[in-house]
């Protein structure tokens, strides 16, 4: 019995350790594959511009409403480098992507990224699905939301802020 509640206990304190994980307060560094399977680091940022990372998964219902607003209010998000980022393959990225992030795949300021050695996660802190982090051009965390219906508060940031 006590054996039980021990394990119990061990699996409360990951569990809530996990939910607690806080977004990073300033961009890490990381090792990110573009489409086209060349290296992308956190030295490959655009510089001088707000940073709007959405780390998502194309199975996600959610991360499909977000690809969706983001693809619809494209025109918001222009002041900013955005960056999608995902573990999944290529095939279903692009496959995702042509569903509800068509006019996304052509904008100048839209970098898909794929994090192969899976260290989003780890180093960014996101607590699920869609995961959304903005920075500031200094590369200080401004936003961070995990529920695609707040995104209008990512868009009224960029255009306010945005250069």
């Known amino acids: 019995m006590n054996y039980k509640i021990k394990l119990l206990a061990f699996f409360l304190c990951v569990t809530l350790n996990i939910a607690a994980q806080t977004p990073a307060a300033t961009i ?7 489409q086209d399977k060349s290296a992308f ?3 490959n940022l655009v510089a ?3 940073i709007f990372f959405v780390f998502f998964d194309a199975s996600c ?3 499909q409403h977000a690809i969706q607003y983001i693809n619809e209010h ?3 998000f222009n002041n900013a480098a955005v960056y999608l ?3 999944d393959n290529p095939t279903t990225t692009e496959l995702f992507l042509n ?3 068509s006019n996304l795949k052509s904008k ?3 970098t898909v990224l794929r994090d192969i050695n899976n260290e989003f996660i780890r180093k960014f802190g996101p607590r699920k699905y869609p995961s959304m982090f903005l920075y500031s051009a200094q590369q200080k965390l401004l936003l961070y939301d995990d529920e695609p219906k707040n995104l209008i508060k990512f868009s009224n940031q960029i255009k306010v802020n945005g250069k």
């Open 28 to 34: 890490p560094s990381f090792n990110f594959v573009k």
């Open 41 to 43: 680091t956190n030295k």
């Open 48 to 50: 001088g511009k707000m």
């Open 61 to 63: 219902d959610h991360c």
């Open 74 to 76: 494209q025109q918001d």
């Open 85 to 87: 980022i995902t573990i």
């Open 99 to 101: 569903k509800y992030g």
């Open 108 to 110: 100048k300021n839209v």
